[in-house]
């Protein structure tokens, strides 16, 4: 799910569709946990963090 993030992808139901299989059962708390909490600023730590440039 980080490199959806890194790439830019915010939409909330997309991301939250990305959850493996175990983790599918809560859709609705993953797509409100997701909405609004991310942003350019993260998604550039992110990325340098796990070496992938920004």
């Known amino acids: 799910m ?3 993030l ?3 992808e ?4 997309v991301l939250a ?3 493996r299989t175990g ?5 609705d708390v993953r ?3 997701l909405t609004g909490r991310f ?5 550039f730590l ?3 963090m796990l070496g992938r440039g920004a």
Do not use: W
């Open 10 to 13: 915010r939409d909330p139901n």
């Open 6 to 8: 890194i790439a830019s």
């Open 39 to 43: 942003d350019e600023h993260h998604a």
């Open 31 to 33: 797509r409100d946990a």
């Open 2 to 4: 980080l490199d959806p």
């Open 17 to 19: 569709n990305l959850a």
């Open 23 to 27: 983790m599918r059962r809560r859709l």
């Open 46 to 48: 992110y990325a340098t």
